[in-house]
């Protein structure tokens, strides 16, 4: 199958990639809730209609479906989508947060994240069924639970198969169609919970008092400054990623910025609580910490640090701590290489190989053996008011899909 003759079947079924688009935006599948059952349906239909085998995964609240060509029941490539979207409040949009068309612009909650790249990975199935010759080795999974850090379908998913996938492209939004690149990496975390304690007044009389919310105020923000100081001594092959991910977000956020986000921590006071009353000298307060950091930090040493400092101050104490370790593949790898040659083809820009600032599906693939990445094109407005991709975003991202598997398998 050749790279003219799927860019001719692309070109050719834009219509009804875009009604697919629409389509899967006029599903409401907002998590929390989730009721995605009807859009799990709809992609069933879908794929059954193009002659491909299929298996329902997850319980009835987090349903989710697998596909595959008949000739390869146990994919070696997997594309990867999420149905769920976050929440959206409709009095704040000024379009159909279910799928409105304007031109180019396509909007509607999940058209950026990622329902425009689920129709993108439709095409492709599509393609290759109207393409003459046989297939290539590749499987698709749609899950129901990413936006809410569910991981269970994805993995009842995989045991889908026989044999396990070598590799899994996931259709999360990593650049535009002026801006592309492919995600290669995600962050490591530490999540922490602060609570302090304090000795009670009459907000009249502060001084007699022991205010808790001042100490774990005053706590954080030193915390924040020790961070800040921490360097990350990071593995080579993680070097050479942050030359590309700092040529990415340079741009938006500047070079320094962009050197910051990845050489030490970064630090984020996520919720902050504490008192009763505004005459009264709080007692108690409670503080939860997002902590990122770069693949391959070794994130013992920094949890003795972060102990060791809350050991010293008065008052204070962690209630809880919950890490996971930042993951990345090599820029050379095939995988990598296959979806850079196919958007370059494409679109006629360099891909910038870079890390992703969060970590989701990726990290527990990867951390499976699984080769993973992420890539489509959209626009920056994922999980926002109006949120919306382009004709060109979609049509781009479809024929990269259909050519990643053919550039996979020559590299």
């Known amino acids: 199958m050749d790279d003219t003759r799927i860019d001719e079947r692309i070109e050719a079924n834009t219509q009804r990639l875009v009604e697919t688009t629409l389509d899967l935006l006029a599903f409401d599948t907002q998590n929390p809730p989730g009721e995605t059952t009807a859009i799990v349906e709809y992609i069933h239909s879908e794929l059954t209609d193009l002659e491909l085998e299929t298996a329902r995964v997850g319980e009835d609240t987090v349903p989710g479906i697998v596909g595959w060509f008949p000739s390869h029941p146990d994919p070696d490539l997997v ?15 000024s379009v159909d947060p279910l799928g409105e068309r ?30 003459t010759g046989a297939p290539p080795d590749v499987g698709f999974i749609f899950t129901s ?64 008092g022991t205010n808790a919310i ?22 080579p092959d993680v070097d050479r990623i942050l030359t590309q991910s700092v040529a990415h977000y340079a741009p938006t956020i500047g070079e320094q910025a962009a050197w910051e986000l990845f050489e030490s921590p970064t630090v984020n006071l996520g919720t902050f609580s504490g008192g009763t009353a505004i005459n009264s000298v709080p007692v108690s307060a409670t503080a939860q910490i997002d902590i990122r950091l770069t693949a391959s930090v070794t994130i013992d040493p920094l949890i003795q640090r972060l102990r060791s400092y809350i050991a010293g101050t008065d008052g204070v104490e962690i209630v809880s701590l919950e890490t996971s370790e930042g993951t990345y593949e090599r820029t050379d790898a095939p ?16 891909l910038f190989a870079r890390s992703a600032t969060g970590g989701g599906d990726a990290k527990m693939l990867r951390q499976q053996g699984i080769t993973t990445v992420e890539f489509a094109l959209g626009t920056q407005t994922a999980h926002s008011v109006d949120e919306r991709t382009t004709v060109t975003a979609l049509s781009q991202t479809a024929k990269i899909y259909s050519l990643i598997p053919i550039s996979w398998t020559e590299l």
Not at 217 to 235: A, G, N, P
Not at 335 to 350: C, F, P, S
Request: aromatic share 6%; hydrophobic share 35%; proline share 4%.
């Open 145 to 208: 639970d990413e936006e809410t850090g569910g991981e269970a379908t994805l993995s009842e998913a995989l045991d889908t198969f026989e044999t396990q996938p070598t590799a899994c492209l996931i259709g999360e939004m990593t650049g535009t169609t002026d801006r592309p690149s492919v995600a290669i990496a995600d962050k490591g975390s530490i999540w922490l919970t602060l609570k302090s304690t304090g000795d009670p007044a009459h907000g009249s009389r502060p001084m007699l």
């Open 335 to 350: 995988l990598v290489r296959a979806v850079q040659t196919a958007g370059e083809d494409v679109g006629g820009k360099r």
């Open 214 to 235: 001042d100490t774990l105020y005053d706590t954080v923000d030193h915390l924040r400054e020790e961070l800040r100081e921490y360097r990350f001594d990071l593995h």
């Open 79 to 93: 594309f990867l989508g999420h149905l769920d979207t976050v929440p959206f409040d409709p009095e704040q949009w």
């Open 102 to 131: 304007d031109g180019d612009v396509i909007y509607g909650r999940g058209a950026t994240d990622m329902k425009g790249a689920v129709a993108a990975m439709l095409s492709v199935a599509n393609v290759f069924t109207e393409t």
